[in-house]
């Protein structure tokens, strides 16, 4: 047998590390990614992710490298919470401290999360009793702060074993971190991920993610497996390397499997391949290794040295035998398989009792140890399964699940409960045993699909647990609530048929718990209906919240009466009381923000842009401090961002948005996209919002598709972009009537009040821009005269009215007027900044068309000023256009030395030179901010004044006179 050579050089795989070089580089130009490596089990996908680590600490440069791997382990279907990460964490806080760990998690909030996974970076004495936050929400804050002066680097390894936690948190990250220099690498075994495997999903929502890039390892070629072989045996027969190239298929580990054989005969089954040189060992080497097998792919030698039958001697000499044999390697505290092939076939290889027995000896000693880790406790459970201890199963599940929730984990915590319910009628007592009832199980299964965003999930759970409560009224009737919320959610219907049940059961239990559920399902009414029912139902559901002195129960019934007020529009300020007594209940930070969000939406809608500011800062901060900035804190921060746009804060408005696109999730992100998208508009960056939506694009369809009603918010921030984008040149006439359409359905429809009103002002910018006479302009009239005599209503409806009284040329001196007032009511700053500028420049084109200059001119030019600075350049730039073309600038005017110049007024100077370009009344009107009638009568002024018979002769006087 020729000797076995070790592997000091990858073969092939030149364009897959070219990938992930590629990312690498990404990640140091501050353009964050993912790469996907799969292939198949032996293919040498880890020997590519260590060739690239190799090189990427080689190509570290100026800016400092950071690796940290994890690696998943074979802990059954459900697995220890964040396994994989934890030993993220360890690498990163071996790396760089525990001084720097603790500046970049930054909160008490998020210390105190990872506080649990990594020994040592709590203070000893913390100075804040503020509760742990969310751990997923934790590990996003350390990387994201942490790749601000240094290359982070994560390897995952072995996806198809990881747990939910960590596949959640993956598309997590992959879909919504920004750190400045961060690359993630993560590794699977496509052969293992059949259409049921927990991993498929993920799968599928990362390749839709545009920052995830997928490699595919594939197995070498004959040439290559013939380098691959000169390495291993350089004194092998070449005559064989044709033959062990077909028999290995190109898969590099059979190809040093079969390298290894050297003479022997070649084995019937790859299992007996696999198995070979596990099959060379003595008997006392077998056992170990199957012995280890049973325990997973890594052991530490405590672990082992307790569960073998062996003395320590011949443990020893046994391991020894099996690490020359190179079919374990010595790692760490302990011993890992050198392939999880080999792990795969000596368990399989292990008698029905000896496997019990094995597993039994595992879960009896880590049950004794007594260690707090949740690897440990869901490894106990899931030796208990192999073991056929079905009672010790549930009973490790039980501890299991309870440390996943101490630790936040819901991803794992819903896995574990389904785990219960799934052997609960397997086990005697399961009640007593677990604290709890099955339908209780159910019901916080269904609760944790519903936090992680999986309704149909949720509903599932709930209506199982339906299925077994036939008694329990109050976790019947919370069943039955969830279900409705979920039905919603998943089915987009309301099946209020299970709130009126859910009523009909908590009726006459007068105990806290009851009287909070109650209070929650009359919200959940009080949001679907309408008029005089909704306002019973949400009184009903203060009252009962009062009654209980359920704080939470009450800040959510408040702030629904709010929404329900103002979306009233005949008395919105009303709805702020409400609204203000739930911001300042003592809430849990989620609730507190989600309070919080809907006063600063609200104190908008009212036009009280400084007041939402304040609030909207004091919450965001909040959120950061309590570790949620990525939950509740994107939307805080999304809400303060418009807050900002309203009142012309444009950069840190901006700053806000981007930040919120960045931590909210794909589903939800819509929103954010479409406010980053008008500011874009109003900033004169068409480009830029066409990239936006370009890259935006399949998540927007997807939203629209899944909530139709947003449709109206995007229908109006066309209408604003297409009266907006060009500004004196208006948009082309197909595009500006579709957007005109579909700004008049927003404002006949029944979206909220502040939606309607927004879409009158684009529908009346883009009306004065088309044929007036068609009816549309009286029927928004008419509208518009319907709405209420207060609050930001008659400002608004002044404003509609002033953009379609333009369209008439018979009352220049009533429009001036109606523009003095718009612009005085405007200067208050109740209505988006942009108002204000649109309105200053409409007040202008009416005084110059009247003759007043000067006043024009010092209107347009605070315009020019002002505009940019508030994140309204297309304005400003309407405003130097028109003052060029009223001849306001120094070049806008004819060469005084003409004969046509001493003849005619500057206004018909510019008339004139527009006719030499060729252009019309009602484009001339366009062009000076006059109407097509006040174009007409210029015209026939200049034409009588210089002597030209039509506007051809005058055109060419004009050129003359311009002639050298």
């Known amino acids: 047998m020729p000797a076995l050579a070790s592997t000091p050089r990858m073969v092939g795989r030149r364009a897959e590390l070219d990938t992930l070089l590629a990312a690498l580089d990404d990640g140091v130009a501050g353009r964050p990614g993912t790469v996907v490596v799969r292939g198949e089990a032996g293919i040498g996908k880890t020997r590519l992710v260590q060739e690239f680590l190799a090189q990427a600490t080689e190509r570290s440069g100026e800016l400092p490298v950071t690796v940290a791997v994890g690696q998943c382990v074979d802990l059954g279907p459900i697995g220890a919470p964040f396994g994989p990460i934890r030993r993220v964490l360890r690498d990163l806080h071996a790396a760089v401290g525990t001084e720097e760990l603790r500046t970049a998690a930054g909160s008490v909030a998020v210390i105190a999360s990872l506080a649990a996974l990594v020994p040592g970076i709590a203070a000893e004495h913390p100075d804040s009793d503020d509760p742990a936050g969310e751990f997923a929400e934790a590990i996003e804050v350390l990387l994201e702060q942490l790749s601000q002066e240094r290359h982070i680097l994560v390897v995952i390894e072995d996806l198809q074993w990881a747990d939910a936690s960590t596949m959640a948190l993956l598309k997590t990250l992959a879909s919504t971190l920004r750190g400045r220099h961060l690359t993630i690498v993560a590794t699977y075994r496509s052969d293992d991920i059949d259409r049921f495997h927990p991993l498929r999903p993920v799968l599928a929502e990362l390749d839709r993610t545009r920052s995830v890039v997928r490699v595919d390892v594939e197995r070498l070629s004959p040439e290559e497996v013939a380098e691959q072989v000169a390495q291993l045996a350089p004194d092998l027969d070449p005559r064989l390397i044709e033959d062990l190239a077909e028999r290995s298929g190109g898969i590099p580990f059979l190809v040093e499997e079969l390298v290894d054989l050297g003479d022997r005969g070649l084995p019937d089954t790859l299992r007996e391949l696999v198995l070979a040189r596990y099959a060379r060992l003595g008997d006392a080497a077998q056992q170990t290794v199957r012995t280890m097998a049973a325990g997973g792919m890594h052991v530490d030698h405590e672990v082992l040295a307790a569960v073998s039958p062996l003395d320590d001697r011949a443990l020893d000499q046994a391991v020894r035998e099996a690490i020359d044999a190179r079919v374990i390697l010595a790692d760490g505290a302990g011993y890992s398989f050198r392939h999880a092939l080999t792990r795969e076939a000596v368990e399989n290889d292990m008698l029905p009792s000896e496997r019990v027995r094995t597993h039994r000896r595992y879960a009896e000693f880590l049950r004794d140890r007594h260690t707090d880790s949740p690897d440990e406790a869901s490894a106990i459970a899931e030796h208990w399964l192999a073991a056929r201890d079905l009672p010790a199963a549930f009973d490790a599940t039980v501890a ?203 104190l908008v809608q009212l036009g009280r842009f400084d007041e939402a500011a304040i609030v909207g800062e004091q919450r965001y901060a909040d959120a950061v401090r309590a570790g949620i900035e990525r939950g509740s804190g994107a939307s805080v921060a999304y809400s303060l961002a418009r807050a900002l746009f309203s009142m012309g804060r444009a950069d840190d408005a901006l700053r806000y948005a981007r930040r919120a696109r960045r931590l909210t999730s794909p589903t939800g992100r819509g929103s954010v996209v479409r406010l980053i998208a008008s500011h874009l508009s109003w900033d004169d960056q068409p480009a830029a919002r066409d990239e936006l939506l370009t890259a935006d694009a399949a998540m927007i369809d997807e939203s629209l598709r899944t909530h139709p009603k947003k449709r109206s918010s995007w229908m109006t921030e066309r209408a604003e972009a297409c009266a907006s984008i060009r500004g004196v040149t208006p948009a082309p006439v197909a595009e500006r009537e579709a957007a005109l359409a579909g700004a008049l359905d927003v404002v006949a429809g029944d979206a909220p009040p502040a939606l309607r009103r927004h879409a009158a002002v684009a529908a009346a910018m883009l009306l004065a821009l088309s044929n007036p006479g068609d009816g549309r302009a009286k029927q928004l009239k008419a509208v518009v005269d319907a709405w209420p005599d207060r609050g930001v209503a008659p400002v608004m409806a002044g404003l509609v009215h002033a953009l379609l009284g333009d369209a008439d040329p018979d009352a220049l001196a009533d429009r001036i007027e109606r523009w003095r007032g718009v612009v005085a009511q405007l200067e208050e700053g109740t209505t988006l900044v942009w108002h204000r500028h649109v309105a200053r420049c409409r007040l202008a084109a009416a005084l110059l068309e009247h003759g007043d200059r000067d006043e024009a001119a010092a209107l347009l030019a605070r315009v020019e000023a002002e505009a940019p600075g508030h994140g309204v350049a297309r304005v400003g730039r309407w405003a130097t256009e028109l003052a060029a073309h009223a001849g306001l600038g120094p070049d806008a005017e004819m060469p005084g030395g003409s004969d046509l110049a001493a003849t005619l007024t500057p206004r018909e100077r510019q008339v004139l030179e527009l006719i030499a370009e060729g252009l019309t009344n009602p484009q001339i009107g366009r062009r000076l901010f006059i109407s097509p009638k006040t174009a007409s009568v210029h015209v026939s002024a200049i034409l009588a004044k210089i002597g030209a018979s039509n506007r051809a002769e005058a055109a060419a006087l004009y050129t003359a006179a311009l002639a050298p």
């Open 400 to 602: 299991a699940l309870q440390q996943s929730r101490a630790r936040y984990s819901p991803a794992t915590s819903v896995k574990l409960a389904e785990r219960l319910t799934e052997l609960w009628d397997q086990v005697p007592d399961a009640a007593t045993r677990a604290g709890t009832t099955l339908p209780e199980l159910h019901l916080g299964a269904a609760e944790g699909w519903h936090d992680l965003g999986d309704a149909e999930r949720a509903l599932r759970s709930a209506n199982e647990g339906l299925a077994v409560c036939p008694d329990d009224a109050f976790t019947r009737a919370a069943l039955l609530r969830l279900r409705f919320v979920e039905v919603f959610n998943f089915e987009h219907r309301n099946q209020t048929e299970d709130l009126h049940a859910a009523i009909e059961l908590l009726d006459g239990l007068d105990d806290e718990r009851a009287l909070a559920l109650l209070s929650r399902v009359y919200t959940n009414l009080a949001i679907g209906d309408h008029g005089a029912s909704a306002q019973q139902n949400a009184q009903r559901a203060i009252a009962l919240a009062e009654q209980a002195g359920d704080d939470a129960a009450l800040g959510v019934a408040l702030t629904v009466e709010s929404w329900r007020i103002s979306d009233d529009e005949t008395d919105e300020p009303r709805a702020l009381a409400p609204v203000q007594r739930a911001a300042a209940l003592p809430l849990d930070p989620a609730l507190r923000s989600y309070a919080g969000t809907a006063l600063i939406d609200l």
